[in-house]
Each structure stands twice: as C-alpha cells, then as structure tokens.
C-alpha cells in the first residue's frame, strides 16, 4: 500500500494538469490520454504444490528442513489449494482512435498502469503421530480398571509469504453510446517482481494424555516444545494474462464535471505465471475482481 500514495499523488495531478491542458487546446486536435483509472478489488487462484524438495531449495540454510520427512503421513491436503490477496492499480488510458468518426461503434483503448497484489502464501506441514498405551488406573470402589493413552505428535510447518508488483497494460473495446452503463471487453498482461518475501518453519512436538473414562478429566493434558527458522527470500519474476470484461456507470450526463467521473466494475480471468526460487516455473488459473472510479478527461 505504501508504494501506492505517492503514485496515486502523483497521478492525480497529472490528470488534472492534462485537464486544464486540454481545454486550452484545439479541437481539431483528440488527446492521446484520455482515462485516469483506480480501482480496488482483489485475486483469487490456485497454488501449485511444493514437494519437500521444492521448500529445502527456498530455504537451503534451514536446519529443521534438513531433517529426516520421509516419515510424513501425507497430509498434504493439509496445504492450501488456493491463495488470495487485495489488489490495488493505478492506470491511464491512451485514445487509439483519435481520427475516428463521430459514428464509431467502438473506442479503442490502450490501458497502462501499475498494479499491486499484496500478501500471498503458501504452506506445507508434515506431520506423524503414534498412540501407546500409558498407564492403567484402578478404581478403589469397584476395582475397575481404566487405560490411559498417550499420543505423540512430531509437526513441521512451512509458510512462504509475499508481495507482487508490476507493470500492467491492456487493450480495450468500449462501447460507445450516450446512455449512462455502457460495457467493455478486452484482454491483457502483467510482469513484475516479488517483494517483501519471507519464509518460515516451525516444528512442534507434544503428547496427548486421555483416559476414556470422564471421571479423570485432569487426565486429558498436553505439553510440547517449538523451534523455529526464519528468513528472507530474493524477490523472483511473476506475470499475468487475462482477457477482460467490465460495465461503467457514468455518474451525470448534463453536468460537466458529473459527466465526466464514471464508476466501473471489471473481472479478469488469467493465468498467473511465477517460480519459487530453485523450483521450474509453474501456471495457475486466477480470477481477479476489481471495483473503480475512472475520470474521463476528454
């Protein structure tokens, strides 16, 4: 978010300084900006698993990772399937029609700006546990006997945590008409770098005590003990593709400035492209959902 203020600052003039600009120009002349977007939403999409191997790459200095897992109980259903994050952009419109006639179906858009995911992860735990007896206790009123178990439980998690920004452009088709909701359509990309990665591993070890008799609740305890690594991780490369589809909402359509300031809601689906350092390259369907003020500066 902090990248985002003095963008967002500094876009803000720029629009209005193109504004005032274009007022004092010529007719005969279109603007090539034209659009001043911000919108506001968020992603979802899956993950790509990471096998053990895949996490002792992201984190080569890790001690616990260098242990003996082979024990795991495949638990891996345990890790997430799908990530989600907000996502922030900041972006213009250039006019690829300026010399268009007035009886044009369509306006023809290319769209540049900045785009900010923020706060993505994945996860892995491995996990084993083995269930013994413990004790016997024998009751002094009838000499019934109780057993009590013990579990032990040996529990590693993974986390992997980070940031995206990046560069963002689109082609756009806009319908054109006078009426305040029109639609459009289109299709895009994104690539851009991680930030603020970091990874962690935790690894737990306690019991369980537990009698199946209620009498002896006391006997239900648990205790345990924790380690924990963690680190910073290299920013890596990510990219995107998405076609788009979208409806606008023109707030007037006497007033000047009301005219002017549209409200919009766009979904994207994409393909998420991105590597986990010292893992390949992987692909992952997203769908993205953004909300949005655009000022027209024409």
Not at 141 to 170: C, H, K, M, P
Request: glycine content about 8%; overall charge neutral.
């Amino acid at each position: 978010m902090k990248y985002f203020r003095p963008l967002f600052i500094a876009t803000a003039l720029f629009a209005v300084q193109n504004t005032y600009a274009q007022q004092n120009t010529s007719s005969e002349r279109a603007p090539l900006i034209t659009d001043v977007y911000f919108p506001i939403g968020f992603y979802a999409g899956g993950v790509t698993p990471m096998t053990t191997t895949d996490w002792r790459n992201l984190m080569p200095n890790s001690e616990l990772l260098k242990r003996d897992l082979s024990w795991d109980q495949g638990r891996d259903g345990m890790s997430r399937s799908s990530e989600g994050a907000a996502a922030l952009e900041v972006a213009i419109g250039l006019d690829l029609g300026r010399n268009k006639g007035a009886d044009a179906r369509f306006d023809k858009q290319l769209r540049l700006g900045v785009s900010y995911l923020d706060f993505s992860f994945k996860n892995r735990v491995w996990s084993r546990s083995y269930t013994g007896p413990y004790d016997t206790l024998t009751s002094s009123l009838n000499n019934q006997v109780f057993l009590v178990d013990t579990t032990w439980n040996d529990v590693y998690r993974a986390e992997y945590a980070y940031s995206r920004i990046g560069l963002n452009a689109s082609y756009i088709l806009r319908k054109r008409t006078p009426n305040k909701w029109s639609w459009y359509v289109g299709f895009g990309g994104m690539v851009g770098t991680t930030l603020n990665a970091r990874a962690t591993v935790r690894h737990n070890t306690y019991t369980n005590a537990s009698s199946t008799d209620l009498d002896y609740p006391d006997l239900n305890d648990q205790d345990g003990d924790t380690e924990q690594e963690e680190m910073r991780i290299a920013s890596t490369p990510w990219g995107a593709a998405y076609a788009l589809a979208g409806i606008d909402l023109r707030i007037g359509k006497t007033h000047p400035f009301w005219s002017s300031v549209h409200l919009f809601n766009e979904l994207r689906p994409s393909m998420m492209f991105g590597t986990v350092p010292g893992s390949k390259l992987s692909a992952t369907p997203a769908m993205q959902n953004l909300f949005g003020l655009r000022l027209d500066l024409r």
